[in-house]
């Protein structure tokens, strides 16, 4: 698919200075473009760039005026960074605009389809699925029994949707991703044998909610795991069962959540942090990477280490922390001077 110059910038409300007729069929970094390709000019680290690059078309501010020759043809806009991310949207729709029901994929005869659903081949939908308009499930997809979905969902290749789950409207899950497989429910008789405790509940994924791929969100022993509004959830997190993640809070790859912990809304977690289970984080909580939480964490809190203490007093800390070595080799010496003066006497 090519876009010329003039209908990229009719797109983006911009101005062209040069050939609005030329054509574009790809996006590429600026350092590294190339004859057809389109970029964009908003780190003026990159300026020098602009001069050598060999994309056919670059989207820059419009208060910047060359002050050399170029052979890239300009678009001027308000904000050359959140054009560039309008028409990375733009571009991924249209590359991802499939439709029809492709074969061999199964439907069940109970299941209620929506309008404008694709469906990719070798998916599974199950008994009882209600799915709602534009939906997208790419291939090798499954659905299990009773599944719910709403408008305008993305299933990308490979996700598994266990049953009794309840997605809402303009959600996206990504490949790998597992969606209300069984919570870790086991319980230890006299011989220490584990019987395993049925998980009966379910995955609740409220609406514009982002699923990383690879990352898994159990069922609830009773009642629901519950992913609230605008959540974002990178790749490879494991969310265990009863938990709730509060609206807009967003979650770093690698991080693993116990059981019926409650997160509030508007939270940042970094990378591999580690929660146990059955405590409350408030609202508007960041937690910097690598964190281990093990208690309750008020609102507004900002916190880092193992156990997780105060942003400042972990930066304060950490300041004797790699002085420890020295420190030690003080104390001995010390302790040597102080027998010295004992022996003395």
Sequence with gaps: MKFTANQIAEILEGNVVGDGEVKVH????????????????????YT????????SITI????????????????????????????????????????????????????????????????????NVSIGDNVKIYPNTHIGDNVKIGNNVVLFSGAQICSETVIGNYVNIHSGAIIGADGFGFVPNEEGVYSKVPQIGNVIIED??????????????????????????????QIAHNVEIGENTVIAAQT??????????????????????????????RVQAQSGIARNIKNNEVIQGT??????????????????????????????????????K
Excluded: W
Excluded at 218 to 223: E, I, V
Excluded at 258 to 276: D, E, F, R, W, Y
């Design 256 to 285: 693993g959540i116990a059981g019926s912990t409650k997160i509030g809304k508007n939270c940042m977690l970094g990378g591999q942090v580690g929660i146990v289970g059955h405590i409350t984080i408030g609202d508007n909580v």
């Design 208 to 237: 514009h909610v982002d699923i990383g791929a690879a990352t898994t969100i159990d069922r609830a022993t009773l009642g629901s795991t519950i992913i609230r509004k605008g959540v974002k959830l990178d790749n490879q997190i």
């Design 60 to 127: 820059v501010d419009k208060n910047f005026n060359p002050e050399k020759d170029i052979s890239t043809t300009l678009i001027k806009v308000n904000d050359a960074y959140k054009a560039f991310s309008k028409l990375l949207h733009f571009y991924n729709e249209a590359k991802l605009n499939k439709s029809g029901i492709e074969q061999p994929s199964f439907i069940s005869s109970s299941a209620k389809i929506g309008e404008n659903l694709y469906l990719g081949a070798f998916s599974y939908i199950g008994d």
């Design 48 to 55: 020098s760039y602009i001069y050598s690059t060999n994309a």
């Design 307 to 344: 156990p997780a203490i105060g942003y400042s007093d972990f930066n304060k800390s950490y300041v004797y922390f790699k002085k420890l070595p020295d420190l030690v080799s003080q104390i001995h010496s010390l302790q040597k001077e102080l027998k010295a003066l004992k022996e003395e």
């Design 26 to 45: 790809t996006l590429s970094k600026i350092e590294e473009g190339v004859e057809g390709s389109l970029t964009f000019l908003s780190n003026p680290k």
